[in-house]
């Protein structure tokens, strides 16, 4: 492990893998004042080296390699923020294992993580979720078939009846998937924040993914499209900014509050904080079918480093999601509760401040700059 030359941390140091959103929650964190670090692959140093705000560098040769560093990380105020590819590289075990201070509540991954309990926890929250099928014989409407462990939409299948799944999907039963309901309408990908110490849910932004090759069908006529096998696929190529009709805000709003309450009873006692995706399609009637949840920071907040139409709402500067975790965490320092916003885990250095689970403390609302 190489260590890039930079001030020793006199403070805490947001640290995070670098991939993903690292360079929006490195940015973010340098702009609240932190001290910033980035774990990368050989192949990455350079890169996370050339930005200003990061200020070290550490070098691991695989991703998978990170748990390694705990003890040197538990030797100083590192505060991890985790992303996607926590969950991609790590196993949930070594994930959990992890004592460093870590922002997030890991109970919350047991629930995310299989999608039976996903669907579990949406529908507990009152939000609608395509109809599910579990053999062939069921389908009466197309669906689609998502394998287990499909990253980004690969390898997904548009199935139109029980004839065509025999003809195209047969093949799978050796591999776990699911069957929905194909739901026609926009993917609409809703970034909220959560703040277990204000109490207040924040919509951050939103995008709609762009996917190859079915977001591109429309470009060839129909008439053109006849007799060529074409099949769509739901390969995640970038995201699009989107704004939602202001109509239907009050209910993306409703569902982030509903999804927040109901993983209390799920997770006690502090359930769901900090940053989390929904992600849903709108059909005609302006209805929202939820496929999935991620409850951490999303890919599609890359987008929104300098802030969204949405964030500005609530913040006159800047506001992407990473930064608003750094917020967060500054504002826990500054009212001294730390453990609100730290998974238990987190075993914190000798002389961090303490607060107690549940309690509600006064510390700056979204808008109000902490210092
Ligand atoms: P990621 O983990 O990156 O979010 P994923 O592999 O879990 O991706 P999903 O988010 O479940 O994949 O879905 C990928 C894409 O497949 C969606 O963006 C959407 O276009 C399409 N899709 C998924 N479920 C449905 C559905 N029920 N009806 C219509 N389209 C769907």
């Given at each position: 492990m190489?260590?890039?030359a930079g001030?020793?941390?006199?403070?805490?140091?947001i640290?995070?893998l670098?991939?993903?959103s690292?360079?929006q929650?490195?940015?973010?964190?340098?702009?609240e004042?932190?001290h910033?670090l980035?774990?990368v692959?050989?192949?990455?140093?350079?890169?996370?080296?050339?930005?200003?705000?990061?200020?070290?560098?550490i070098?691991?040769?695989h991703?998978?390699?990170?748990?390694?560093?705990?003890?040197?990380?538990?030797k100083r105020k590192?505060?991890?923020v985790?992303?996607?590819?926590f969950?991609?590289?790590?196993?949930m075990?070594?994930?959990?294992r992890m004592?460093?201070p870590?922002?997030?509540?890991?109970?919350?991954?047991d629930?995310?993580?299989?999608?039976?309990r996903?669907r579990?926890?949406?529908?507990?929250?009152?939000?609608?979720?395509?109809?599910?099928?579990?053999?062939a014989?069921e389908?009466?409407?197309?669906?689609i078939v998502k394998?287990?462990?499909?990253?980004?939409g690969?390898?997904?299948l548009?199935?139109?009846?029980?004839?065509d799944f025999?003809?195209?999907?047969?093949?799978l039963?050796?591999?776990?998937?699911?069957?929905?309901e194909?739901?026609l309408g926009v993917?609409?990908?809703?970034h909220?924040?959560y703040?277990?110490?204000?109490?207040?849910l924040?919509i951050?932004s939103?995008?709609?993914?762009y996917e190859?090759?079915v977001?591109?069908?429309g470009r060839?006529?129909l008439?053109d499209q006849?007799?060529?096998?074409?099949s769509?696929s739901y390969v995640?190529?970038?995201?699009?900014?989107?704004?939602?009709?202001?109509?239907?805000?009050a209910?993306?709003?409703?569902?982030?509050?509903?999804?927040v309450?109901?993983?209390?009873?799920?997770?006690?006692?502090?359930?769901?904080?900090?940053?989390f995706?929904?992600?849903?399609?709108v059909?005609?009637e302006?209805?929202?079918?939820l496929?999935?949840?991620s409850?951490?920071i999303?890919?599609?907040?890359n987008?929104?480093?300098?802030g969204?139409?949405?964030s500005y709402?609530?913040y006159?500067e800047?506001?992407?999601?990473?930064r608003r975790?750094?917020?967060?965490l500054?504002?826990?320092l500054?009212?001294n509760?730390l453990?609100l916003v730290l998974?238990?885990?987190?075993?914190?250095?000798a002389?961090?401040?303490?607060g107690k689970n549940?309690?509600?403390?006064?510390v700056?609302?979204?808008g109000?700059?902490?210092?």
């Open positions: 190489r260590h890039k001030h020793v941390p006199s403070l805490y140091t640290a995070t670098g991939s993903h690292a360079l929650i490195l940015k973010g964190a340098k702009d004042g932190f910033t980035a774990v692959t050989p192949a990455n140093e350079r890169l996370y080296s050339s930005f200003a705000f990061v200020d070290e560098v070098v691991i040769p991703y998978g390699d990170f748990p390694k560093l705990e003890k040197e990380l538990n590192v505060i991890l985790p992303h996607g590819s969950v991609a590289y790590l196993s075990e070594q994930h959990k004592t460093t870590y922002f997030g509540n890991k109970a919350v991954l629930w995310e993580a299989d999608r039976m996903q579990e926890w949406l529908t507990k929250a009152g939000l609608k979720m395509p109809r599910q099928f579990t053999k014989s389908i009466d409407r197309p669906v394998l287990y462990g499909a990253l980004g690969k390898g997904y548009f199935v139109k009846n029980p004839e025999t003809a195209r999907a047969s093949h039963v050796e591999q776990r998937y699911i069957m929905q194909y739901v993917p609409v990908y809703i909220y924040f703040s277990p110490l204000t109490g207040k924040e951050m939103m995008d709609r993914r190859s090759n977001d591109s069908l060839i006529p008439a006849e007799g060529w096998d074409i769509p995640v190529i970038g995201n699009q900014p989107i704004s939602l009709r202001e109509s239907l805000l209910e993306a709003f409703d569902m982030g509050e509903a999804v309450r109901t993983s209390r009873q799920l997770c006690p006692d502090r359930g769901l904080f900090g940053a995706c929904l992600e849903s399609i059909t005609p302006s209805e929202f079918f496929m999935e949840i409850a951490r999303v890919a599609g907040t987008l929104f480093i300098d969204s139409p949405y709402l609530n006159d800047p506001m992407s999601t990473g975790i750094a917020r967060e500054k504002n826990a500054l009212s509760s453990d998974d238990q885990s987190s075993r914190l250095p002389d961090a401040s303490s549940g309690e509600t403390v006064a700056p609302g979204p109000v700059p902490a210092n």
